[in-house]
């Protein structure tokens, strides 16, 4: 799944700007010919949510319309042409010229369809997509389950702590590409002492035998291989004399750039290795801390829409923070975050959206499980020529059936979601590794889940919230609690421990003396206090604040004003006090 790029062999027209906008509750628009326009209609972005775009709009989770009209130049006939859709949140049926081209399920990753038989040339032609975002509990992530919350359950009901946010997130782009064209890149980097070897595997649409060349720019001089496809598939590597390695501290970037007879690709190269030692990650060799934070695509207006000044502004936050980490809670963000941190050199777990699963009827873990397989297939085609992305993470806290938070595994009975969510999980974490043996791979496990569900990762994952859900108000004893499970975890298993989450709830401008929770203090308090833990212990190999930014959630009683506050920063990007603390610990400053 390459990102449609211009060049003298493509082209692409991006339709990102405000279309006509209509809901359909009662499913009417397919048979009234919505494709062909809306009967009446009411300006909508893209890309952006619909939800806090209109206020009558911010729980309808249903399905809708958007409409828009673009011309395509005669100078693309004879390619073959695309629509893309980066992101419909949750499925999208797509419409061009009145006729329906495809579908998709899930939210957060991009699909394409022909259309080049539907294509007017040099004339206006219709796109209509239309999008849904209903809960249910087949769906992943997972949402109106019989279970309940108890007297923490929401509005809506989800099973996961984020606003479900509907509508097209992310751009949608028409892109024509030459009749025999190249469908994929897949780029594998090596280090051999000071040397890198670039190793490419190129794809063509067909399965045709031709030449063809790679060639790396960005070094003293461009290095040229020549490629030989067979079946329509070449191979070849790229040996890189003295090269300038990828990292967090350097973010070097090649170019590469794959020509055959009739087409052109160019991407970005970072050679780079990332491999795990005992309890330590290793990025080139060299042992790496992956700090930072879990976060999300949240904004005011834009929602989870792809929002470019927000993205730029929360990478220079972070790096004043000294983050050079983050993983992509909960699901995986734009191509063009993944882009940018490859420039800025930051370390990514490439999150699915599989967030909360339950394992609780056979029927409703296997249709899960297919849209997983699905979200790893389509996440790692995306991703996995960015330097960037080190870590897969095909879940973020599955759930036992009898979640209890005093902690530790062990005592009481075995939890009977333990046995059908080992299978589950190790059969995804065995599909990441299968299409991707170069990075790492992880599950991110909660409090008072079973131990067992940690063994087949390469880095463990733990969200922990010693001190806020658990012991709240107790950092003393929270703390020591922190110490024990950390030293069990490592004891157990031996392989570096990111905590992927904690933190706690603050109301920028709360303060309090003696620090109670919810005031900064307390917050300043409570993350100083897992960075010194963490600071002991050789095996923490990253420590990720939960979150970056207070985020929208759901509306309950355990959320003020349907925020979770447990940012570092506010929504508006206010720091709070505990933003100072990170730079303490991660900004080595000059006195
Ligand atoms: C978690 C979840 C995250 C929540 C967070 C919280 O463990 O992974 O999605 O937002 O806790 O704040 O409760």
């Known amino acids: 799944m390459l990102y449609p790029i211009q060049n003298d062999r493509r082209n692409k027209l991006d339709l990102s700007g405000i279309w006509d906008f209509k809901t359909d509750p009662d499913s009417v628009g397919e048979p009234a010919g919505w494709a062909n326009g809306l009967p009446d209609s009411r300006p909508m972005a893209v890309p952006g949510s619909w939800n806090e775009q209109y ?103 989800t099973t996961f702590d984020f606003y479900p946010f509907a509508g097209l997130h992310r751009p949608v782009v028409l892109y024509s590409v030459p009749q025999t ?58 040996p890189v004399p003295g090269a300038r390695f990828w990292s967090d501290k350097d973010p070097y970037l090649y170019t590469l750039t794959v020509k055959t007879d009739s087409d052109r690709y160019s991407l970005q190269v970072g050679i780079r290795t990332i491999a795990v030692q005992g309890g330590h990650i290793l990025l080139n060799g060299q042992r790496v801390q992956m700090n930072g934070f879990g976060r ?108 209890s938070l005093a902690g530790l595994e062990g005592g009481g009975p075995a939890d009977p979601a333990e046995g059908p969510g080992k299978a589950m999980l190790e059969t995804l974490l065995a599909r990441a590794r299968e299409l991707d043996p170069t990075r790492l791979v992880t599950i991110v496990t909660v409090m008072g889940g079973p131990l067992s569900w940690m063994e087949q990762c390469d880095v463990i994952g733990m969200n922990r919230y010693w001190g806020w859900y658990v012991l709240g108000g107790e950092l003393d004893k929270a703390q020591n609690r922190l110490e024990q499970e950390l030293d069990a975890v490592w004891e157990k298993w031996g392989k570096p421990i990111i905590m992927t989450e904690f933190g706690a709830d603050t109301m920028a401008g709360m303060h309090g003396h003696p620090d109670v929770m919810w005031t900064e203090e307390y917050q300043a308090d409570y993350i100083r206090r897992h ?61």
């Open 55 to 157: 206020e009558d709009l911010f729980g309808y989770l249903d399905l809708a319309w958007y409409v828009t009209r673009t011309f395509v130049p005669s100078t693309w006939q004879g390619q073959r042409v695309f629509i893309r859709v980066g992101s419909a949140n949750y499925h999208g049926t797509v419409y061009v010229n009145g006729v329906k081209v495809g579908e998709h399920e899930g939210g957060h990753l991009p699909f394409a369809f022909e259309i080049t038989d539907h294509v007017r040339w040099d004339a206006e032609n219709g796109v209509a997509i239309s999008v849904e975002n209903e809960l249910r509990p087949t769906r992943v992530p997972s949402g109106n389950m019989t279970s309940s919350m108890g007297m923490f359950a929401s509005t809506p009901r």
């Open 181 to 238: 064209y190249i469908e994929d890149i897949t780029v594998v980097t090596g280090i051999d002492g000071a040397d890198g070897t670039v190793a490419i595997t190129v794809t063509l649409n067909a399965p045709v035998t031709g030449q063809g060349t790679a060639t790396l720019t960005g070094g003293s001089q461009p290095l040229q291989v020549p490629l030989s496809f067979k079946d329509g598939v070449a191979q070849a590597t790229l």
């Open 296 to 403: 999300h695509e949240d904004f005011i207006a834009s929602g989870k829409g792809l929002n470019l000044p927000l993205m730029v502004k929360d990478y220079q936050l972070m790096r004043w923070t000294g983050a050079n980490a983050y993983r992509t809670s909960h699901y995986p963000y734009s191509e063009e975050e993944m882009q940018l941190a490859d420039r800025e050199g930051f370390l990514i777990i490439d999150e699915i959206p599989a967030v909360s699963l339950q394992f609780d009827t056979d029927e409703n873990i296997a249709a899960r499980l297919r849209v997983c397989l699905q979200q790893i297939d389509e996440m790692i085609a995306r991703d996995k020529n960015h330097p960037s992305v080190v870590m897969w993470c095909v879940a973020n806290e599955p759930m036992p059936r009898n979640l």
């Open 531 to 591: 960075l010194k833990v963490a600071a002991a212990r050789d095996f923490i190999a990253g420590m990720q604040v939960w979150n970056f930014a207070d985020f929208a959630a759901v509306q309950s009683i355990a959320r003020v004003a349907g925020l979770n506050m447990k940012g570092i920063f506010t929504r508006t990007r206010q720091p709070k006090l505990a933003a100072h603390v990170l730079r303490e610990f991660w900004v080595k400053q000059p006195d």
